[in-house]
């Protein structure tokens, strides 16, 4: 019988499920839950037809039960799987690579709430529900924080007082580290290059967005801090913002818990434009002139050139530019809008490539006069998280903990 690996992924109301082989690493099945603690929680599985029937309000655990029960009902989950491995969006200074779960391992996880209290505690909380289904069954954490532990100090420290980060910890940790590694291997490996001598910047573009300067293998700079807040303009996070508009505001009677809200959910293309977070709309909505989504790509576009410039300080030579994430795989007109801004720096973009998201040309998007080779990359953190769970669930000097 095969044995499966399986990736969970869990969001604050959502749920993603994969299923690996063990030994070919090839997804065989996907899953995702939406609305969780919502009264329209649903639950769908690629290869299943119809909803998996949840209950209203249904929680990740609940969720968890019901699609891994119709993954088995289905026969695509034979017997208990090999390993699980977990996304966990924050592993502070504890963790510079994943970890095999164990006591010590969840205390440092929860530790790290503080800084992720949005994502840790329901990660947590999807690794407690795989524990008590499968309670044989090895769990490995996957950090998006964990790539970013070899960011030099001077690209970690806030020019704030020294005792901040002694005392609290407050630097910058750098998150989408999953993403931003699997990008380094995929552009090595097009690049005809080994991962080690491979330098990249890597823009992932999601819903949530982050840049990272990649030296030599390493992560060396990266545009989120000690939150998911901090950097590119996001669907509705602001990105950089100055801290002087929280003074600001109060005076304008805006209370802080309020700010904070506006900031993360109310904020980036979505405040903007008044509209949407969603960057393929407002592409439609832009051809046709509209002038508030006009406004919000605009932005979007100059402050990711930005950063791509600032990433340069990181590097001593560069590889490749590299897109991915929804926005960064999928629209020509947000990889090209955003280039213009860098000629002085010799990107240039082939019109017809960008337009095919480099779909035919392994992922090339750069015209024979750009000075450094641009590539559109699907990103894929699930084989990432099962890759690292398979490694660990087999390693051969038993758990490796925090360090
Ligand atoms: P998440 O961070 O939630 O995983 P994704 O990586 O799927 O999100 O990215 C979602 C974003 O990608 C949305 O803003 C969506 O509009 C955008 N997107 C997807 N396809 C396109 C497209 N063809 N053109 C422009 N934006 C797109």
Same mark, same amino acid.
């Given at each position: 019988?095969?044995?499966?690996?399986? #990736? =969970?992924?869990?969001?604050?109301?959502? &749920?993603?499920?994969?299923?690996?082989?063990?030994?070919?690493?090839?997804?065989?099945?996907?899953?995702?839950?939406?609305?969780?603690?919502?009264?329209?929680?649903?639950?769908?599985?690629?290869?299943?037809?119809?909803?998996?029937?949840?209950?209203?309000?249904?929680?990740?655990?609940?969720?968890?039960?019901?699609?891994?029960?119709?993954?088995?009902?289905?026969?695509?989950?034979?017997?208990?799987?090999?390993?699980?491995?977990?996304?966990? =969006?924050?592993?502070?200074?504890?963790?510079?690579?994943?970890?095999?779960?164990?006591?010590?391992?969840?205390?440092?996880?929860?530790?790290?709430?503080?800084?992720?209290?949005?994502?840790?505690? =329901?990660?947590?909380?999807?690794?407690? +529900?795989?524990?008590?289904?499968?309670?044989?069954?090895?769990?490995?954490?996957?950090?998006?924080? $964990?790539?970013?532990?070899?960011?030099?100090?001077?690209?970690?420290?806030?020019?704030?007082?020294?005792?901040?980060?002694?005392?609290?910890?407050?630097?910058?940790?750098?998150?989408?580290?999953?993403?931003?590694?699997?990008?380094?291997?995929?552009?090595?490996?097009?690049?005809?290059?080994?991962?080690?001598?491979?330098?990249?910047?890597?823009?992932?573009?999601?819903?949530?967005?982050?840049?990272?300067?990649?030296?030599?293998? &390493?992560?060396?700079?990266?545009?989120?801090?000690?939150?998911?807040?901090?950097?590119?303009?996001?669907?509705?996070? +602001?990105?950089? /913002?100055?801290?002087?508009?929280?003074?600001? &505001?109060?005076?304008?009677? #805006? $209370?802080?818990?309020?700010?904070?809200?506006?900031?993360?959910?109310?904020?980036?293309?979505?405040?903007?434009?008044?509209?949407? @977070?969603?960057?393929?709309?407002?592409?439609? &909505?832009?051809?046709?002139?509209?002038?508030?989504?006009?406004?919000? /790509?605009? #932005?979007?576009?100059?402050?990711?050139?930005?950063?791509?410039?600032?990433?340069?300080?990181?590097?001593?030579?560069?590889?490749?530019?590299?897109?991915?994430?929804?926005?960064?795989?999928?629209?020509?007109?947000?990889?090209?809008?955003?280039?213009? @801004?860098?000629?002085?720096?010799?990107?240039?973009?082939?019109?017809?490539?960008?337009?095919?998201?480099?779909?035919?040309?392994?992922?090339?998007?750069?015209?024979?006069?750009?000075?450094?080779?641009?590539?559109?990359?699907?990103?894929?953190?699930?084989?990432?998280?099962?890759?690292?769970?398979?490694?660990?669930?087999?390693?051969?000097?038993?758990?490796?903990?925090?360090?």
């Amino acid at each position: 019988m095969d044995k499966t690996i399986l #990736v =969970v992924n869990c969001g604050s109301s959502t &749920l993603k499920l994969a299923l690996f082989d063990e030994n070919t690493l090839t997804c065989t099945a996907t899953g995702l839950a939406e609305r969780l603690n919502h009264d329209d929680a649903v639950a769908r599985i690629g290869k299943i037809e119809g909803d998996i029937p949840l209950p209203a309000g249904a929680t990740h655990r609940q969720a968890l039960e019901a699609m891994t029960k119709a993954l088995a009902d289905s026969g695509l989950l034979t017997g208990p799987p090999a390993a699980i491995g977990h996304r966990v =969006v924050h592993g502070g200074e504890n963790f510079r690579e994943a970890a095999l779960i164990d006591d010590e391992v969840l205390r440092a996880i929860r530790e790290c709430a503080d800084l992720a209290p949005l994502h840790n505690p =329901v990660n947590l909380s999807g690794i407690d +529900s795989t524990m008590s289904l499968f309670p044989e069954v090895p769990n490995i954490a996957v950090f998006d924080t $964990a790539y970013h532990q070899t960011l030099p100090r001077k690209a970690y420290l806030y020019a704030v007082p020294y005792s901040y980060y002694e005392d609290w910890g407050v630097r910058r940790y750098g998150f989408h580290g999953i993403s931003h590694s699997y990008m380094l291997t995929e552009a090595a490996r097009r690049l005809g290059k080994t991962p080690a001598n491979t330098s990249i910047i890597s823009a992932h573009l999601g819903n949530g967005c982050s840049i990272a300067a990649i030296r030599d293998g &390493l992560s060396a700079d990266t545009s989120m801090g000690l939150t998911p807040l901090e950097g590119l303009v996001m669907g509705s996070r +602001s990105g950089d /913002i100055d801290p002087g508009l929280f003074d600001y &505001l109060k005076s304008r009677g #805006v $209370a802080q818990d309020q700010l904070h809200h506006v900031l993360n959910h109310e904020s980036g293309l979505l405040g903007l434009s008044g509209q949407t @977070n969603d960057m393929r709309t407002l592409c439609d &909505l832009a051809e046709h002139g509209h002038e508030p989504s006009l406004i919000a /790509i605009e #932005v979007f576009c100059f402050r990711l050139a930005r950063y791509i410039g600032a990433m340069m300080a990181s590097l001593h030579h560069l590889d490749a530019l590299v897109f991915t994430g929804g926005i960064g795989e999928h629209s020509a007109r947000v990889r090209e809008q955003t280039l213009e @801004n860098l000629q002085l720096l010799g990107f240039d973009i082939d019109g017809q490539l960008n337009r095919y998201n480099g779909q035919y040309s392994d992922g090339h998007i750069g015209s024979p006069d750009s000075q450094f080779p641009i590539l559109v990359i699907p990103t894929n953190e699930e084989l990432v998280i099962a890759r690292e769970a398979a490694r660990l669930a087999t390693a051969p000097n038993g758990p490796v903990t925090p360090g």
